[in-house]
């Protein structure tokens, strides 16, 4: 599997068999974004919430490739009733798709979407696919239940938030990694707007976890997972 990092919340995916899965695609609006919604494809778009940031370019990315959403109920029930493919999951259910396990964990935040519907509760995901297994938090604050998810899951990949202010900041995602346990740690959701603002390198510094490599990605850039 391959992951593509485009900035802010934003990961493509790609299995070995060539199926493109995005994560939270914000790319036109989202000034970090070195790629466009017009440049990307989708076999499936997984949203860990609906704030309009998570959400981003979907539907136009949708209305071109027809891609299945993965997401809990009400996002999915959401995002169905604008005409789309949604698959309805929720927190602590997996699922078997062709291309891997998708699994939906906590996470503390809220999910309004942009057109103020309820979209259920916020929630991370934790995607299993070509041997490789990959958290993606979503937008969350630091919780013990972190350690749960790293002793029932071995996890290679972490993404977590460092931005603060919405997230968890730098400190508090050091501890998570502790609490998860990951081979690698890969910082996402910060410097995309002046507010979240921070330096990935503190971030680098702090986590001292003997287990786990930090790796900073450039915006846009792509390394393959194994
Ligand atoms: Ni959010
Ligand atoms: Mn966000």
Redesign the pocket.
């Known amino acids: 599997m391959r992951l593509r990092y485009f900035s802010h919340s934003a990961v493509q995916l790609t299995t070995a068999d060539g199926k493109i899965i995005l994560i939270d695609p914000f790319l036109d609006g989202n000034p970090t974004s070195p790629v466009k919604a017009k440049d990307v494809r989708a076999d499936f778009i997984i949203l860990t ?1 609906g ?1 309009g ?2 959400i981003g370019d979907s539907f136009a990315i949708a209305d071109k490739y027809d891609p299945l959403f993965i997401c809990v109920n009400e996002l999915a029930d959401y995002v169905s009733s604008k005409g789309y493919r949604a698959h309805n999951m929720h927190i602590g259910g997996a699922h078997n798709f062709d291309f891997g396990r998708v699994k939906f964990t906590i996470a503390h ?2 999910s309004m979407t942009p057109d103020n519907t309820y979209a259920g509760e ?1 929630s991370g995901v934790i995607v299993s696919a070509d041997g490789v297994n990959l958290y993606h938090t979503g ?1 969350t604050g630091l919780f013990y239940d972190m350690k749960l998810i790293g002793e029932m899951t071995r996890i290679d990949y972490m993404l977590l938030p460092i931005g603060d202010n ?1 997230t968890m900041g730098i400190d508090d995602a050091v501890k998570a990694v502790e609490l998860v346990n990951p081979g690698i740690a890969i910082p996402i959701h910060y410097n995309t707007f002046p507010i979240i603002a921070v330096n990935p390198e503190e971030f680098r510094q702090k986590v001292t976890h003997k287990n786990t490599k930090v790796k900073i990605l450039q915006f846009g850039e792509e390394i393959e997972l194994k």
Do not use: L, Q, S, V
């Open positions: 919430h704030h940031d998570h935040h809220g916020p937008d919405f």
